[in-house]
């Protein structure tokens, strides 16, 4: 399994980024996919990810309404639409995946997930 992000970058307060996952070495359209953000000394927290079981979509509350995750099974690539960034977006993010147990739909648990890319870094700027 391998996952590499990109897209990441520095912006102003109310800025765009769309950050992109290229996955390969597993069954993307089955498994638990999605984006992680962590800042030092804090754990890594969820953001948004896809259920591979039902397809379902979940986000962090505070980037509702902000953030879109979409994927592109046959590219096999995983994107975060990012708008309206605040500075306390500022994080490395990271996509991850997971193989995820019969009837599992929620996905934004940091410890479910096995695979991880190695980050791009979001920097905000007030």
């Known amino acids: 399994v391998q996952l590499v992000e990109s897209g990441g970058g520095s912006v102003q307060a109310g800025g765009s980024l769309r950050l992109s996952c290229v996955a390969s070495g597993f069954n993307f359209a089955r498994y638990d996919i999605g984006w992680f953000r962590q800042v030092p000394g804090k754990e890594r927290q969820g953001v948004a990810c896809?259920?591979?079981?039902?397809?379902?979509?979940w986000y962090r509350d505070s980037v509702k309404g902000r953030f879109t995750i979409t994927s592109e099974n046959a590219m096999n690539t995983l994107y975060l639409q990012m708008t309206n960034l605040e500075p306390e977006d500022t994080a490395l993010y990271y996509c991850?995946?997971?193989?995820?147990?019969?009837?599992?739909?929620?996905?934004?648990?940091?410890?479910?997930?096995?695979?991880w890319g190695r980050g791009t870094q979001v920097t905000v700027s007030s």
């Open positions: 896809i259920s591979g079981n039902d397809g379902r979509i």
């Open positions: 991850g995946a997971d193989d995820p147990p019969l009837g599992r739909s929620y996905c934004l648990m940091t410890n479910d997930y096995a695979y």
